[in-house]
């Protein structure tokens, strides 16, 4: 039978633009290897799954035009964050001195990252996404882990909610971006807010999802395996990017609140990202040889670009793209052997 193919995008805010850099070279190839000028990235994978800027360009990717066929490439999906980048991390003088950078205040206004979700995403609802899907957040009112799911919201109103609330409440990092309060389309409210704080990288959330997935009637192909074991399955998982700053300890020994705040979002972050490679790792390790190397993690390099997420210069834009660049060439080998395997199994 043909594998569950998976593809999970990490959180990391612009930094967006180095996946979405691999993203657009993959679809490329899909389109040069299949002789299809059409052909789209979101129909080459059984299942996505994204955390904050991978939730969104999952959503992307995903969104039906009015005709029922992918309405974006994955070139458009990239071209959110190079186009309108610089705006949606803008911040005003006066809102600099109200947040005091973020220390009392979140240090975004929402509202250009909101109309930039309302012109790509419009008034689409998760259940009318093409393919499963799985983008995380958090529920702090009731304190648990929030999973948005397609297959969810195709049974039940009180599953759906339009995407432009699902990739504002994926995304609504703290700090940066106020929580937000959405209503599924049944009209149950949920305070929000990014899913970076449990899963930057959702790869293992992915796995479990597609463990009780019945794929053959999700996508009406006989051919595909129902709740699949990872022997099914080839994983896709792309980073935003490596970054380790180092903390020292004279520095950090009698540190307070407000010195801790930033590199705990940074820690937490990508050692999240790390704890689940390394799961997805050994649990790759143990199947056959010819199924073993069908989990792939995709870690850009940050070469010439500052790290921040939120540094949308238009300099700082434009590096995060050539280092991108640079990624797919690093990668290129593996990135070639992912597109015959998504190609074979399709």
């Known amino acids: 039978m043909k594998k569950i193919r998976i593809l999970s995008l990490d959180g990391g805010g612009i930094r967006g633009i180095l996946s979405g850099t691999i993203l657009t070279y993959l679809e490329e190839q899909i389109k040069r290897k299949t002789n299809n000028d059409k052909a789209s990235i979101g129909e080459y994978f059984d299942l996505v799954a994204g955390t904050s800027t991978g939730g969104i360009l999952c959503l992307v990717f995903l969104c039906p035009d009015d005709n029922g066929n992918y309405m974006f490439t994955a070139r458009e999906a990239l071209d959110i964050y190079l186009d309108q980048g610089d705006e949606i991390f803008d911040v005003s003088l006066h809102k600099k001195i109200k947040s005091l ?59 759906d909610y339009y995407l432009r609330d699902v990739a504002r409440a994926t995304s609504a990092a703290p700090t940066y971006f106020e929580p937000v309060r959405i209503k599924s ?21 992915a796995y479990a999802e597609a463990r ?47 010195k801790w705040i930033n590199p705990l979002i940074d820690i937490m972050m990508s050692g999240n990202s790390e704890t689940v490679d390394y799961q997805l790792k050994q649990i790759y390790e143990t199947l056959p040889e010819k199924d073993c190397e069908d989990y792939y993690r995709i ?38 052997e992912i597109v015959e395997k998504l190609v074979a199994n399709h």
């Open 101 to 159: 950078g973020g220390l009392r205040d979140e240090k975004y206004e929402a509202h250009e990252l909101e109309e930039a979700l309302l012109a790509y995403l419009g008034e689409k609802q998760l259940s009318e996404l093409l393919r499963p899907c799985l983008i995380t957040s958090y529920d702090i009112r009731n304190r648990k882990a929030h999973f948005f799911t397609s297959i969810d919201a195709t049974k039940s109103a009180i599953y």
């Open 185 to 205: 389309i049944y009209g149950t409210p949920y305070a929000l807010i990014d899913g970076g704080v449990f899963a930057n990288n959702p790869a293992l959330c």
């Open 212 to 258: 009780n997935i019945t794929f053959s009637e999700a996508l009406n192909d006989p051919e595909k395996p129902d709740k699949p074991g990872a022997k099914n399955m080839i994983i896709v998982s792309i980073g935003t990017g490596e970054v380790k700053e180092p903390y020292h300890y004279k520095e950090f020994q009698d540190a307070g609140v407000l």
């Open 299 to 336: 870690q850009p390099k940050i070469i010439n670009a500052n790290h921040a997420m939120d540094n949308a210069k238009l300099t700082n834009l434009k590096a995060l793209h050539e280092d991108g660049l640079a990624s797919v060439e690093f990668y290129k080998e593996q990135l070639d």
